[in-house]
């Protein structure tokens, strides 16, 4: 029998893993995204935007993946898109359909500015709002990580009393 407190309990790990690929990816792909890319990633970004707007859950899912998608891509680097795509696996999403980061404005700013990194061409601020993007996502994968642990069962049984002599 599966046990789904796995995949949550690893969450956090895979995001951290998801990170520094993407970090590296965002980092390549600064150099290597085409213009056409980049307006790509604009039109994923403004149709985010609009389904948040709209309160669409599953267009801004996928907006946000197509994204993420297109810088990860950018880096020509299969083997990291690969392996991201694993780490995946074991997301909070996957597991709980109720995980709606797409609506937080904090992770919207971060996408405009990993925008503006990649149009810019500099590799390093890039890294830097995917690395501080993920921090974020993990700091909500943690809680809601150790929100559904299930309450642990003592193995120490407790001695009765001693009364009154």
Do not use: W
Request: proline share 4%; aromatic share 4%; glycine share 4%.
């Amino acid at each position: 029998m599966f046990d789904e407190s796995v995949i949550i309990e690893a969450a956090p790990i895979a995001n951290d893993v998801r990170s520094h690929i993407a970090q590296k990816c965002a980092e390549l792909a600064a150099t290597r995204l085409s213009t056409t890319e980049l307006t790509n990633m604009e039109g994923a970004l403004a149709s985010l935007e609009a389904a948040i707007a709209r309160r669409d859950m599953n267009a801004a899912k996928g907006a946000h993946d197509a994204f993420h998608g297109l810088f990860l891509a950018g880096a020509r680097n299969p083997l990291l898109v690969a392996m991201f795509n694993q780490a995946q696996g074991a997301r909070l999403s996957n597991v709980s359909p109720k995980h709606n980061s797409f609506y937080d404005p904090r992770h919207l700013d971060q996408h405009r500015a990993l925008l503006r990194a990649l149009r810019k061409r500099d590799g390093r601020a890039a890294r830097t709002v995917v690395r501080k993007h993920f921090e974020s996502l993990g700091l909500m994968l943690a809680v809601a990580a150790r929100a559904s642990r299930k309450p642990q069962v003592s193995a120490v049984v407790p001695l009765p009393r001693r009364t009154g002599r």
